[in-house]
């Protein structure tokens, strides 16, 4: 069957347009916008980390399984939303009305969520209800979001900056908005100053969501991006788009090296993110550090890891390799995580605990820029929302490894978490096994 003269103008028009649109020049300046989100949602984050815990357990006197329970089914939500939203992403050839509009919905759910902390006097059921629910929508907004975000990646790599270099910068800049972070609200989480009359973490969590909005503007009014050339399929509907979703994730098992990429990364983000959320426990019932040494630890680890999202593409030229920096990186550290198991030194356990900040920059900086060179070019959005599920699933199951491990072991007393972090220590390098059979991209 012959094509007709519209088609075969379409198809000409589409076969032009990339042609001019893979020519275009993207500017470094791109890439510092780019950064600047990093640096721009680390705020509210790490407010978000540091003050909502405590306040809603300790303070009002909830209960935890609130908090795991709303985290839990943020990332069931994203399982079934987000691979939808990263294939439209695709399709439309756009990223920032979807990473613009998962921020603002962010933003506002922080702001909400502040508000009513004001006005909660006493935890009833309806006020937990209300303050989980803006909780729930604030951790699947900020987690959706990177879907689109590192969809970027590749884009920007057409200013001759490689891709593990960018990673790496904004990985630095927001480990750089987590110190700034930490400084800003800490006044404000601390009750030391107010804010339009809100004292306390209400007031820290307004304050985080308004310079979230400001240290955003810059990035969604000038962060331009190459646009991605499209095939005349007609208009996307939502059976359509949901199909080809469904399509894209039982076939990623053929592009080569993305499903033994994607368990190694969940092994290893597995251990990291939990040992991160785990080791002021471990440093105040373990290593009993006062407040002020757990605090140098984090702070220090915060430092170290705006170091290692800097020297990552180093650790590419040194070692010959993506693939190699990334084994060369698990080897060191599951070993450096096996001593933070059984070293009774606070000492060393506190220098270990900054050393984690920067193997958490550095495997998180390359592990993306690897990541997005394995993947199509055309679908980075739908890859990257798989990425980021596979990176929300060990987020879950990581610290039910941990609480079972401190369980089994509950005879050893507080010794128990030692061996809670020799199974992350085993996690992390057992990821070495599927890394194995993912081919190495040059450098």
């Not at 990332?75 to 990223?95: E, I, N, Y």
């Not at 933003?107 to 009833?124: H, K, N, Q």
């Not at 199509?376 to 941990?402: C, D, H, M, N």
Request: glycine residues 8%; aromatic residues 16%; positive net charge.
């Amino acid at each position: 069957m012959q094509s007709t003269p519209i088609a075969s103008a379409c198809n000409v028009y589409v076969k032009c347009y990339a042609a001019s649109v893979d020519s275009s020049p993207v500017s470094k300046k791109a890439i510092w916008l780019w950064s600047l989100y990093d640096f721009a949602n680390s705020i509210a984050f790490v407010g978000v980390m540091f003050y909502f815990g405590p306040w809603f357990v300790k303070t009002m006197g909830g209960s935890d399984t609130w908090m795991s329970v709303a985290i839990a089914l943020s990332t069931l939500l994203l399982l079934f939303v987000l691979p939808f939203l990263g294939h439209l992403s695709d399709r439309r050839g756009k990223r920032m009305p979807f990473l613009s509009g998962m921020t603002l919905l962010c933003i506002l759910s922080l702001l909400g969520l502040g508000l009513l902390m004001a006005r909660v006097t006493t935890l009833t059921t309806t006020a937990a209800f209300g303050v989980i629910f803006f909780y729930f929508c604030f951790q699947f907004f900020y987690q959706g979001s990177f879907a689109f975000y590192d969809a970027y990646l590749r884009d920007l790599s057409a200013s001759g900056t490689s891709m593990e270099k960018i990673s790496g910068m904004g990985m630095s800049i927001g480990q750089l908005g987590n110190l700034v972070g930490l400084a800003l609200l800490m006044p404000f989480g601390l009750g030391k100053i107010s804010f339009t009359g809100l004292h306390g973490v209400p007031g820290a969590f307004i304050v985080a969501g308004i310079l979230f909005f400001l240290f955003f503007l810059p990035t969604w009014r000038f962060l331009k991006q190459r646009a991605i050339p499209l095939s005349p399929q007609g208009d996307i509907v939502l059976g359509q788009s949901f199909r080809a979703t469904l399509r894209d994730f039982s076939e990623i098992r053929k592009h080569k090296g993305v499903l033994p990429f994607l368990i190694a990364y969940y092994l290893f983000a597995d251990a990291l993110l939990t040992l991160s959320l785990f080791a002021t426990l471990y440093l105040d019932v373990v290593a009993h550090l006062s407040p002020l040494q757990m605090n140098a630890a984090i702070m220090g680890s915060i430092f170290l890891g705006v170091c290692g999202g800097w020297m990552s593409p180093l650790f590419v030229h040194w070692c010959g390799g993506r693939k190699k920096a990334l084994q060369t990186f698990i080897i060191a550290w599951g070993i450096l995580v096996f001593f933070f198991a059984i070293t009774r030194s606070w000492p060393v356990l506190a220098v270990i605990v900054m050393l984690n900040g920067f193997a958490f920059s550095v495997l998180f900086s390359l592990s993306r820029a690897f990541y997005a060179v394995l993947i199509p070019k055309e679908k980075q959005a739908t890859f990257f929302s798989v990425y980021v599920l596979f990176e929300r699933t060990s987020s879950i199951l990581g610290p039910l490894l941990w609480s079972a491990t401190a369980l089994i072991f509950s005879a050893f007393g507080d010794d128990r978490y030692r061996f809670s972090v020799g199974v992350l220590a085993v996690l992390i390098l057992l990821s070495l096994v599927p890394l194995r059979y993912v081919p190495e991209e040059s450098a």
